[in-house]
């Protein structure tokens, strides 16, 4: 066994800065107390915050090609009009809300496990994104997200001149 690899800021080492951010485990924590806390003062009332069946958080795959970022989400039961994507800053932000599902009456249930409720996910990518050109499809709920990335990184910089007073 290398020793590497049981050094966790070590283990991923060759892996990019931007597959580190969802596998790190501080990162994840730190993800999961920021959306404890958003709850919290969005009702501070509600007693349930750490409750496992409010947290809805579609799972993503991010991939890089030379050409573009591709994000993947997986939102099963919802519908492209309940999605609300965003690109601003270098941060894709996708966020919506699945309506939960009334339960009947005279209908005795054993296990409710499928998720309802909002999510947001806030992915960070790199400067060289050509924002003009994103395309988001959603199949089969399945949200696929193309960033095509800039084939000149001086394209995004802007000159600016110094006025002498």
Known sequence: ?????????????????????????LWQFRDRMNRYL?????????????????IFL???????TDQEYTVI??????DEKDIDLS????????SGKKEEEKEEKDRQYHRIERYSG????????????????????FKNGVLTINLPK????TQKK??????KK
């Open 1 to 25: 066994m290398v020793m590497k690899s049981l050094v966790p800021w070590k283990r991923d080492e060759k892996r990019s800065d931007l597959a580190r951010f969802s596998d790190d485990p």
């Open 38 to 54: 958003d709850s919290f003062w969005r009702n501070p009332f509600e007693l349930d915050l750490l409750e496992e069946n409010d």
């Open 58 to 64: 579609p799972r993503i795959d991010l991939s890089e």
């Open 73 to 78: 989400v997986d939102l099963p039961g919802m």
């Open 87 to 94: 690109y601003s800053r270098n941060v894709l932000s996708i």
């Open 118 to 137: 909002q999510f947001r996910r806030d992915i960070p990518l790199q400067e060289n994104i050509d924002d003009s050109k994103i395309e988001a499809t």
């Open 150 to 153: 800039i084939s000149d990184p």
């Open 158 to 163: 802007k000159k600016i001149s110094i006025v």
